[in-house]
């Protein structure tokens, strides 16, 4: 069954450092998804992106974020400079016909 | 703007035994609701979803849920639970115009009673 893949499944940083969390959606969708759960609490929608460009953010997605797809088949999301709060997991998600996601099992962002 | 409300933070029930898991939503139009399912140390897993049609659905592992449309509820039911049901599980909804976020519930560990 296809599935959506993320790399690393753990990442640890230093406070201000620049990462990069990687995804590798179901190969025939064309939405892809950034969600994060902060430990304890909900898991909040980051961003989407349809055909190239960012189709909807929320307040949290502000301009130390950034997507991307470089080629094919991935699809990253930059933290520019992190902070300590930035410390969650983070799941990408995928769909094909707008409405169903699926989702990856995530890189839990460790920020030190 | 849309939001979810899982009333049980833990619900511990012994195994075989039914068990049922409460949703209730608030939305200014109509929704897709679906509930996800994160077994320890995975990701979140699609166990069903209702788009339209009939209220009950049925998913994946003998879970089902009903929609009930004035009550604003899509609660999760499982006649007889299994130790590996153990996970915990996310209630969610998408605008049914917007087609873009996923609004979560906060989850409900569900935890199977040997």
């Known amino acids: 069954e296809p599935e959506v893949t993320q790399t690393p499944s753990h990442q640890v940083t230093q406070m201000g450092q620049e990462v990069i969390l990687r995804c590798v959606p179901i190969s025939n969708h064309l939405y892809f998804y950034w969600y994060r759960q902060i430990l304890g609490q909900k898991v909040e929608f980051l961003v989407s992106f349809y055909n190239n460009e960012i189709s909807e953010k929320s307040e949290i997605f502000d301009d130390q974020f950034s997507v991307e797809r470089p080629d094919g088949s991935n699809f990253t999301l930059k933290i520019r400079s992190t902070k300590l709060e930035d410390s969650a997991m983070y799941f990408c998600?995928?769909?094909?016909?707008?409405?169903?996601?699926?989702f990856g099992a995530g890189t839990r962002l460790s920020v030190l | 703007a849309q939001s979810v409300t899982q009333l049980d933070s833990q619900v511990p029930v012994f195994e075989e035994a039914p068990v049922e898991l409460r949703c209730n939503y608030s939305s200014s139009v109509s929704v897709y609701l679906f509930w996800y399912v994160q077994y320890p140390n995975q990701g979140l897993q699609l166990l069903l979803k209702y788009l339209s049609g009939s209220t009950l659905v049925k998913g994946i592992n003998g879970f089902e849920a009903e929609f009930n449309k004035s009550q604003t509820s899509f609660h999760l039911r499982k006649p007889s639970v299994h130790i590996s049901d153990t996970a915990e599980y996310f209630c969610a909804v998408i605008d049914s115009g917007g087609y873009q976020k996923v609004t979560f519930g906060i989850g409900t560990k569900l935890q199977v009673i040997p």
């Open positions: 998600a995928s769909s094909g016909e707008p409405i169903t996601q699926y």
